[in-house]
């Protein structure tokens, strides 16, 4: 009995041993090509937009700066945003990856304004065009967000911020360009 319960760990030993070097011989996880897909964003953009008057903050101009970077092993991406808009001066960090697991694009973003997001919007890519959703509450109220953003060319891009009324009909809260800069 003793030899059996001796034959059994050393087994499991050696399994365990092949398995380690296994994994040590193949290296460190590597980005999947829908993470990959996240370095069209690295770099410096300047973004130009038009806020629609809504229910969460007044119409006007908004201008940024973003400096868009890999993270530490190149599964994401984390932006730093400088600019203004209709409510003043702003700065934020987002951090775009990807959800192997969910099989979805996810962003996580807050600002000087206050405001950080709950919830993780989810997101899709179909071509040039990227669709995030969420459901989050602003002002006290469930809303549902749709950003959608186009890849003009390998340096421009345009966006869409629209929110649901109340019908579900989607209205536009924000709209514009974004260009890559030096």
């Known amino acids: 009995m003793r030899r059996v319960g001796t034959a059994i760990a ?19 996880p590597q980005p999947s090509s829908e993470q990959k897909k996240l370095g069209y964003f690295v770099g410096n953009w300047k973004s130009e937009g038009v806020v629609k008057e ?9 201008t940024s700066t973003d400096r868009c970077e890999w993270f530490e092993g190149g599964f994401a991406v984390v932006c ?8 003043g001066p702003m700065k934020g960090i987002g951090v775009m990856g990807y959800s192997t697991e969910e099989k979805v694009y996810t962003y996580f973003g807050l600002d000087n304004s206050g405001m950080s997001m709950t919830t ?4 899709t890519v179909t071509g040039p065009d990227w669709v995030y959703e969420d459901e989050s509450t602003m002002g006290g109220k469930k809303v549902k967000n749709r950003y959608a953003l186009t890849q003009v060319s390998p340096t421009e891009y345009t966006f869409l911020w629209q929110m649901a009324d109340e019908k579900g ?10 260009r890559k800069s030096k």
Do not use: C, D, K, Y
């Open 169 to 178: 009909a989607w209205i536009t809260l924000m709209e514009g360009t974004s």
């Open 10 to 28: 050393v087994s499991m030993l050696m399994l365990l041993a092949g398995t380690a070097a296994a994994e040590q011989a193949a290296g460190p």
């Open 80 to 87: 730093h945003t400088e600019g203004s808009g209709p409510m």
């Open 120 to 123: 993780i919007p989810r997101g």
């Open 54 to 62: 809504n229910p969460f903050m007044p119409a006007g101009t908004m």
